[in-house]
């Protein structure tokens, strides 16, 4: 989300929201075992989320998980 002249601004000058997306740009340039995933468990069945849940425990790496419970 970075275009036109945003490429050559100073960081000191980015806004809260532009300072976190360069961060998430220089963590996804890096080689690392990483997975983001962002409500990983919607629209699937219980299977499909055993089996999610099995290749996650199994992963070598660091998991960032986004999710959101909404209680009425």
């Given at each position: 989300m970075f275009g036109g002249d945003d490429w050559d601004k100073y960081v000191s000058v980015l806004s809260g929201g532009e300072r976190t997306r360069l961060?998430?740009?220089k963590?996804?340039?890096e080689p690392v075992n990483l997975l983001i995933l962002?409500?990983?468990?919607?629209?699937?069945?219980?299977?499909?989320?055993d089996i999610l849940k099995q290749a996650l425990m199994e992963f070598d790496g660091t998991l960032i998980l986004v999710s959101t419970t909404v209680i009425f």
């Open positions: 961060a998430m740009i963590l996804l340039l962002d409500e990983p468990t919607n629209h699937l069945d219980i299977r499909t989320k």
